[in-house]
């Protein structure tokens, strides 16, 4: 995708393969979320940067994607407070979140399994379409230049993901690597500020699981896009992020550069002591 | 000769009824779609419509009966009378409140119900509509007249007098049908396009299609429901009129819900095309029936051939014509 690409912000950090990260983008402030007698997080504050690929990690059960729940609005937080671009966030519907430049993926894959892989990530830019219903409805020429120019942005990150020869399929009938690829591309196409990417090589085989890495990589380079990434194999997290967030039974027991955070006993023992899979 | 020519007449005027069956379901299948809701209300929905076009139209006091009996007042009328265009255009924004309202007295306090909570409380609001359509506007049988054409087409039935034989005196088709046919044709033209080709199209088959996705790009649910019923409001008050044109507009006019019923079984729930062809099959099939079979089994058959037809169908094709592949999950 050969798109304008942003200058970098000014760099407040540089990691040790040379990448720029910036300001604080976003804050959690001592989360806590109940869902009746349990606890899924428990006290948990870290922050976001941006332009960094921040992950979570943990064992199954320990919270990861309650927490990502609490960014993208869709859990509210017991306690605690969420900052975004230096303002307090107020409780928040899932769509507002989203139309603030927050997009995200699902563990689960949520697709619009009924539509082609064209139209899933065409929706990917409904926030910024701008249109009337009017001027639609009647195919005015500013409405017809904002669709082509939606479509050429749709087309562009087809490319990117190397999906061309699946565009007109519909997602249903894909298999579960190219899934995880589209939901990934109709997150990109909202062109967002933050990326929050839900386990998204779960179930691949290992050249997929490449694939992904490499896109992950590229998205974050070259439009600067600020990631979270929730992993379960350690091997991709240590390859792919600035920062490590480690989670257990809801609570955080580490937080920190990827070398860093491996060489520490609580996460060892939390890796290895608990059973996983 | 000519009873094939007649037999091609009552077809005709099959297809005729069965575009409006097909207006009908229509409303059925685009709430279904969007909330997985099925709509018990959809015929009371179009009865309302009705009613408030003719209030709006004819320049009735709403809820008069209640003013009067409070005030000791008289009133009944205003004393004008709107032309028809504006009235329906006021309408059509009496539906979209009535959708808000729907949308923020019910549906937003039932939010990841079960279907038949959804289902019940559209029953709730079948009955709470009913009445509140009686106390608005009376209870009255009311005529509507939107200026449109009644009556059968006289230049249809000389051209084709004749044909095949003398005997034959031409086809006769009421003039109301055509224009019926011609405005459910636009109505489902404009339909697919806006869902085709518009930002809020776009959202709405988004949301017909998964929940979550459809919120995390950015889709509001509570926007897009007041959409669908706004939407299913127009189709009602469409459907409305020409039935109330018909034959009046009274309490029967929202039985035409009935209707739609079978034409859904056959379409499947979630199909537009399959709601139109499915209005189609079953407003032909029972003409037909009426028209064959009727005279041998003492007629009257078009009350029950429908559903008839529909559950030979659904032993057949459970989901439907155009429905989605009903897939049991092991
Ligand atoms: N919607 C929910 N309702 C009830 N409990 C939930 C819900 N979502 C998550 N939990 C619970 O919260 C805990 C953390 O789950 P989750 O965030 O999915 O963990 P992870 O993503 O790290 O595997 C689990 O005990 C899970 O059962
Ligand atoms: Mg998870």
Redo the contacts between chains.
């Keep these: 995708m050969n798109r304008m690409v942003p200058p970098p912000p000014t760099p407040s950090h540089v990691t040790e393969d040379g990448r720029a990260i910036g300001p604080v983008l976003m804050e959690l402030r001592n989360i806590t979320l109940r869902f009746g007698g349990v606890v899924a997080i428990k006290d948990i504050s870290f922050d976001i940067r941006e332009g960094e690929i921040r992950a979570i990690i943990g064992p199954n059960g320990a919270g990861k994607s309650s927490m990502l729940n609490v960014i ?1 609005g ?1 859990y509210r937080p017991t306690e605690g407070e969420v900052w975004f671009e230096g303002a307090r966030r107020p409780p928040m ?4 979140v ?2 603030q430049g927050i ?2 993926t ?1 563990q689960n894959i ?6 082609s892989t064209l ?1 899933n990530i ?3 830019r ?2 910024r ?1 701008r ?1 009337s ?1 009017l001027s ?2 009647l ?1 005015w020429g500013p409405a017809e230049r904002e ?1 082509s120019a939606h479509r050429e942005a749709v087309e562009k990150i087809i490319d990117f993901l190397e999906i061309q020869h699946i565009r007109k399929t519909p997602v249903g009938r894909l298999p579960y690597g190219l899934q995880k690829r589209v939901e990934l591309g ?2 990109l196409a ?1 062109e967002p500020r933050l990326l929050l990417l839900d386990e998204p090589m779960a179930g691949m085989n290992v050249e997929e699981k490449e694939d992904m890495s490499r896109f992950i990589l590229d998205v974050n380079d070259e439009f600067g896009t600020t990631i979270v990434l929730i992993e379960h194999d350690m091997g991709v997290v240590m390859d792919l992020s600035d920062r490590v967030v480690v989670m257990d039974y809801g609570r955080k027991i580490g937080d920190g550069p990827p070398e860093e955070v491996r060489a520490s006993k609580d996460v060892i023992d939390a890796y290895l002591g608990v059973a996983h899979d | 000769m000519t009873d094939l020519l007649y037999a091609v007449e009552v077809m005709i005027n099959g297809l005729m009824a069965g575009v409006l069956y097909a207006l009908v379901a229509l409303g059925f299948v685009l709430i279904f779609k969007a909330s997985g809701i099925f709509n018990y209300a959809q015929g009371v929905l179009a009865l309302f419509a009705a009613l408030t076009l003719v209030g709006l139209q004819e320049g009735q006091v709403p809820f008069a009966h209640l003013i009067n009996a409070a005030l000791g007042t008289d009133l009944h009328h205003f004393g004008w009378q709107l032309p028809a265009v504006v009235a329906i255009v006021l309408t059509v924004g009496v539906m979209v409140l009535l959708a808000i309202a729907i949308e923020r007295l019910i549906l937003k306090h039932l939010v990841n119900q079960a279907p038949i909570i959804l289902f019940m409380a559209t029953i709730g609001l079948a009955y709470f509509l009913e009445g509140f359509g009686d106390i608005m506007w009376g209870a009255d049988i009311k005529t509507l007249d939107v200026g449109l054409p009644q009556g059968g087409s006289a230049w249809l039935e000389q051209a084709t007098a004749g044909w095949g034989s003398d005997e034959f005196y031409g086809f006769f088709i009421d003039r109301l049908d055509i224009v019926a046919t011609l405005v459910a044709a636009v109505l489902v033209i404009s339909l697919t396009l806006f869902s085709q080709f518009s930002k809020q199209g776009r959202a709405l088959r988004a949301v017909a299609d998964d929940h979550q996705a459809a919120l995390s790009v950015g889709i509001s649910l509570r926007f897009i429901w007041v959409l669908v019923w706004s939407i299913a409001g127009i189709v009602a008050l469409v459907a409305g009129i020409m039935w109330g044109a018909k034959s009046g507009v009274q309490f029967s006019l929202s039985l035409i819900a009935l209707k739609a019923l079978p034409v859904l079984m056959l379409g499947g729930f979630t199909s537009i095309p399959g709601a139109i062809v499915g209005g189609l099959i079953i407003g032909v099939g029972e003409k037909l029936f009426e028209f064959t079979v009727g005279p041998m089994i003492g007629g009257a058959t078009e009350n029950w051939f429908a559903y008839v037809l529909a559950l030979v169908f659904l032993v057949f094709r459970p989901q439907g014509l155009f429905g989605e592949r009903i897939i049991e999950r092991v």
Excluded at chain 1, 93 to 96: A, D, L, M, V
Excluded at chain 1, 110 to 115: D, R, V
């Design positions: 993208s869709f519907r899932p769509y507002k989203a139309r997009a995200r699902f949520a697709l619009f399994s009924g539509m139209d065409m929706t990917g409904i926030t379409m249109s219903l639609q409805a195919w669709e109709r997150a909202a």
